[in-house]
């Protein structure tokens, strides 16, 4: 059991982790992990313009859509479990509640790596508020007084995916993934949120301008690795190594 790869992606909004981290998903799907995305919210009230723009529409149908294109997205990735946790946008209520139900998914899903939003965004305080959410609920899972019983959670690191507006956000990657093999994945998945069709090319002008950056910093013109598209993470905690790379 504790041989099982796993990962556990917080996103503050149905769609962020689509665009944020599809490559990094469909990638370690591939490579034998098993993907669990928490979705905080639909994204219902705030990342939904193109739903509310059409006539009849209600709270439930935007919700129940953005549900959709999720799970669509998900499928897409390889994602092996979905949860939505419902618990409002714009704002985000995260409260002692869902921290409870949060880190009991932590503790469940005992992920190897964790990955939420970048930790500054005065656009979108859902996003950094999930990053500090994020941080406390990794806090509370590692402590063996918080229910006693449970297994407790060891020290995955925490990356931050590229937020939008990347250079208001004081986000800097460490980390560059090549994607290419998963792009056309990560594209579908891009295709499924069909309430946000304005960010499909940004995103794919993001992932060819990271792949620029990989191999840049694998290299460069002394034989670096091709790369076409890649994804940008930050990583919170220091790497434990036994070797310099
Ligand atoms: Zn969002």
Known sequence: MSDKKT??????????????????????QELGYEVTVA???????????KL????GMTLEKVKSVRKAEAEAAAKALGVNDIRFLD???YPLRLDRDAQDQMVDIIREVQPKWMMSHSKW??????????TQFALECRMIAQAWGH???QKVLGAPQLYLFEPHQTEQMGWKPNVFLDITPVWEKKKAAIECMQGQEHLWKFYTNVAENRGNHFRRNSGGMSGGRPAQ???????IFPQTVDELA
């Open 39 to 49: 979705c905080l919210s639909f994204g219902e009230r705030g990342e939904s313009a």
């Open 147 to 149: 229910n006693p019983g």
């Open 121 to 130: 965004d005065p656009y979108n305080t859902d996003h950094m508020n999930t």
């Open 87 to 89: 618990l409002g946008d």
């Open 52 to 55: 509310w723009k059409q006539d």
């Open 229 to 235: 598209y890649a994804e940008g993470f930050e990583a």
């Open 7 to 28: 990962a556990l992606v917080i996103s503050a909004h149905a769609a962020d982790f689509v665009w944020r981290c599809g490559g990094a998903i469909a990638l370690h």
